[in-house]
């Protein structure tokens, strides 16, 4: 069975810190690679995609993949308390059409 | 671009009735819907994967006669919760990827299931 695993948290940074969110992944032929952010009693919101080795950055959001290590994770600059919510790491599933496996989510608390 | 509507966001329903929830991507067409559900501090489970113009496929445990999905075109997908109960109440998020696209899912902002 495919799984993708995260750390549930909650995470605490102080506002203006760098917070680090980790994933590892059991499938070795998931080529795309997904983190959504999920505020309290809605629905996920694309973060970032990833889908070759190394880093990939958009504004305060840098996304991570090494798939030898079968590891993806998603650093935060400049934390703000907006960025409070859970983060959810996502792996296509190499023989499912189009499916994304989810892990659990990070919570992640950014305090002012 | 890549916007995901779904309607009701919120439903509250006496047991025994049908809700109807539709899924529509509005500026690009969807081959492939999603459906999934997610109880109170749980995390997204998938519940059936809809391709336009075909059966859903369902994941294993979710019945298929009470979760009826239609995919009658590029960009409608709707989820019926035939006879609700009360344990069928729950948050329903469908997602939808672009035809000829990435495996990237944008998700609709999720429909608020009561059964009374």
């Known amino acids: 069975q495919k799984e993708v695993e995260q750390n549930s948290g909650p995470l605490s940074v102080p506002e203006g810190a760098i917070a680090s969110l980790n994933c590892t992944y059991s499938?070795?032929?998931?080529?795309?690679f997904f983190w959504y952010r999920q505020y309290s009693g809605k629905s996920p919101e694309l973060i970032m995609s990833?889908?070759?080795?190394g880093d990939k950055e958009d504004g305060r959001f840098t996304a991570q993949l090494n798939k030898a290590s079968q590891y993806v994770s998603l650093l935060i600059r400049d934390s703000q308390p907006s960025d409070s919510a859970t983060y959810l790491c996502?792996?296509?599933?190499?023989?499912?059409?189009?499916?994304?496996?989810f892990g659990t989510g990070t919570r992640l608390l950014v305090s002012p | 671009g890549a916007v995901v509507s779904q309607h009701p966001s919120r439903v509250i329903c006496k047991s025994g009735t049908s809700v109807k929830i539709e899924c529509r991507s509005l500026?690009?067409?969807?081959?492939?819907m999603f459906w999934y559900r997610q109880f109170p501090k749980q995390s997204l489970m998938l519940m059936a994967t809809?391709?336009?113009?075909?059966?859903?496929?369902?994941e294993q445990g979710v019945e298929k006669d009470k979760f009826l999905i239609n995919h009658a075109s590029l960009t409608l997908s709707t989820l019926t919760v035939t006879s609700a109960h009360p344990e069928d109440s729950s948050f329903y998020i469908c997602?939808?990827?672009?035809?000829?696209?990435?495996?990237?899912?944008?998700f609709g902002p999720g429909t608020r299931l009561t059964v009374l």
């Open positions: 997602s939808a990827s672009e035809a000829g696209g990435t495996d990237t899912q944008y």
């Open positions: 499938d070795r032929v998931s080529q795309s």
């Open positions: 990833i889908y070759s080795n």
């Open positions: 996502a792996v296509n599933e190499s023989e499912g059409f189009q499916k994304l496996v």
């Open positions: 500026d690009f067409q969807a081959t492939t």
């Open positions: 809809s391709n336009e113009g075909s059966k859903a496929t369902y």
